[in-house]
């Protein structure tokens, strides 16, 4: 290992960046807001509308803020590694227990990803495409490039973005004998792309193909033959593209520049990263789309991180104007426990509301407001759980 990490500083845990990890989780949360629910029963109403399409992911290509939530995610778990390398080593502990740890702490999240996943099923459910457990597959792999030079990250950016481009591209497209059932889609699905670009396709490319027989090596209670939303498990390849990004940036972070330009950094990388992303789909070489974590949505998505974490770290850490983000710092320093109370608590804190507030509790604005009341009291009360956690100094850690 090239242990070129710069010695941890005092006071270096930066707010800026907790803050945009509870906007990101917030996002996530704010999923119990049931915007959509809303504009579904006020059709008129563009604002809800608005709110709804940005709550929601797109079907195929393109982008909404809340897809977002995941390459966000993802990257911000690069940019906290170089601070997190330091400070171990800081502590004294050796590169070795840093190495076991880190592949420790990907294996947890491989699992519990997937028990949460699994939550009120009859079995285990083995699938790898959520975000903690993609996180957890290439997380091993980004510690080790944290060891190294910033040219050898940028050059394993490149390795995978071209290596999984060339993949899907290589992969044969649909013949006369394709089984578009057993794939879960028509040869007719009208976000179906032409072209060279149909080798991005939903469940008729290379990744499909590999959860067709990957997938089927876990006991299930039926084979495997797609994924509904055309996630599949080689999307941590990808991913992992996003997380060297997120290092990039948290060298830059930890770095000798100025603060403001630091910010300039983000702000020409982000615009690149979007320009490029747009460009390539643009062109037809590489569609962007999320479900699937194309190159070209690596670049997009985080071209929209950079700029998220320019805002963030320009209005928290260098302008300091701090004291509005408190409530999301709040969700930020703890955001496993956010993820694991979003996924596990919201049936059992939306039932209690109802039983102790009353049916009609929620209904005050009229029946086509109640899903949101509803949902704001539920977001209410995981925010204050989480108040108590940051209270008592509870961090649910890996």
Not at 72 to 91: D, E
Not at 95 to 113: C, D, K, N, S
Not at 356 to 375: C, D, Q, R, S, V
Request: hydrophobic share 55%; glycine share 10%.
């Amino acid at each position: 290992m090239n242990a070129s990490i710069p010695p941890v500083r005092p006071s270096e845990r930066l707010t800026s960046l907790d803050a945009y990890r509870g906007f990101v989780m917030l996002l996530m949360m704010g999923e119990v807001l049931h915007f959509c629910h809303v504009s579904a029963a006020l059709p008129e109403s563009g604002f809800w509308r608005l709110l709804c399409h940005h709550q929601s992911h797109v079907e195929w290509v393109g982008c909404a803020l809340h897809d977002l939530i995941q390459p966000s995610f993802s990257f911000i778990v690069g940019v906290a590694l170089p601070f997190s390398i330091a400070n171990r080593l800081a502590r004294g502990q050796s590169p070795l227990r840093l190495t076991l740890h880190a592949f420790w702490r990907a294996l947890v999240l491989i699992l519990l990803g997937v028990f949460l996943r699994s939550t009120g099923a009859h079995q285990t459910n083995w699938t790898f495409e959520d975000t903690l457990t993609q996180i957890g597959l290439g997380y091993g792999f980004l510690f080790l490039l944290g060891f190294r030079s910033l040219r050898a990250q940028w050059l394993a950016l490149a390795v995978i973005l071209l290596g999984y481009w060339a993949l899907f591209a290589l992969w044969p497209l649909p013949g006369a004998n394709f089984d578009w059932q057993a794939a879960g889609v028509s040869p007719d699905w009208k976000y179906n792309l032409n072209g060279f670009a149909a080798h991005w396709n939903k469940n008729t490319n290379a990744a499909r193909a590999f959860d067709t027989w990957f997938l089927n090596l876990f006991p299930r209670a039926h084979p495997f033959t797609n994924n509904g939303g055309g996630y599949c498990t080689l999307s941590f390849i990808p991913t992992l593209g996003t997380m060297i990004l997120g290092l990039i940036a948290g060298g830059v972070l930890r770095g000798e520049r100025k603060p403001w330009d630091k910010v300039g950094w983000f702000v020409i990388a982000g615009c690149a990263g979007l320009g490029a992303g747009w460009l390539l789909n643009v062109l037809g070489v590489c569609p962007v789309v999320k479900r699937i974590w194309t190159p070209a949505w690596v670049l997009f998505s985080g071209g929209g991180c950079f700029l998220l974490l320019a805002f963030c770290y320009a209005v928290i850490d260098v302008a300091r104007f701090k004291a509005w983000a408190f409530p999301l710092v709040v969700i930020g320093t703890n955001s496993i426990a956010a993820y694991c109370m979003a996924h596990l608590f919201e049936d059992f804190i939306s039932r209690n509301l109802v039983t102790n507030l009353g049916a009609g509790a929620f209904k005050i604005l009229g029946a086509a407001y109640e899903p949101f009341l509803h949902g704001a009291a539920v977001l209410c009360v995981f925010w204050l759980i989480l108040f108590w956690m940051y209270r008592k100094k509870i961090f649910l850690r890996i």
